[in-house]
């Protein structure tokens, strides 16, 4: 089992796919290491790339948003994405460049050992939760697996394209912070 500090010199020098040849600067997860709720998405877009750090740009101020609205703060929760380097155009990340980053994103969870995965975007959700699913069909709903509590929400990014998704994610985050606290007991 490693720390978390060791993990992240992992990803550090990680060189196991070719996006490590293109990006600017790895992105480890951030957050509470005792968070209750574990966000995941595909992968650092460029701001983030530029800066190191998951949600900087303009997904960032969205994911901020939804977050107060449910009245949930990033210091409470931990973020990270499914490959920790950007992929070149903002595409989606590969199937082979997800399977050489799921590794570090399994000692993540390990780690953390969250109540809840919300899995933010139809490339996370598929690949956490089930591979045909179908995020506007099923955004919100939770499912259990191995006493952990899933759900998928739209990528603030579709939320910049269609601003109309806004109001239904609010109201995904609350029912994700209402089951955070149910789980609380």
Excluded at 32 to 44: G, R
Excluded at 74 to 91: A, F, M, W
Aim: proline share 7%; charged share 30%; net charge positive.
């Amino acid at each position: 089992m490693y720390t978390y500090d060791e993990l992240a010199a992992f990803v550090r020098g990680c060189t196991r796919c070719p996006l490590s040849r293109t990006r600017q600067n790895p992105v480890m997860g951030r957050g509470s290491l005792t968070a209750d709720v574990l966000f995941i998405a595909e992968a650092p877009g460029n701001s983030e790339d530029r800066d190191g750090i998951p949600f900087t740009g303009p997904s960032g101020r969205v994911l901020d948003e939804l977050l107060e609205s449910a009245g949930l703060s990033r210091e409470e929760i931990y973020l990270t994405n499914v490959v920790k380097c950007h992929p070149p155009g903002n595409r989606d990340p590969l199937p082979q460049e997800q399977e050489a980053c799921i590794l570090f994103l399994k000692h993540e969870t390990i780690l953390l050992r969250p109540k809840i995965i919300v899995c933010m975007g139809r490339v996370a959700a598929q690949r956490i939760i089930r591979p045909d699913l179908r995020i506007t069909r099923e955004h919100g709903s939770f499912l259990c697996r191995k006493n952990t509590w899933m759900t998928a929400v739209y990528h603030p990014s579709a939320i910049l394209r269609d601003p109309a998704k806004m109001a239904e994610t609010k109201e995904d985050f609350r029912r994700i912070r209402e089951k955070r606290d149910e789980l609380r007991g």
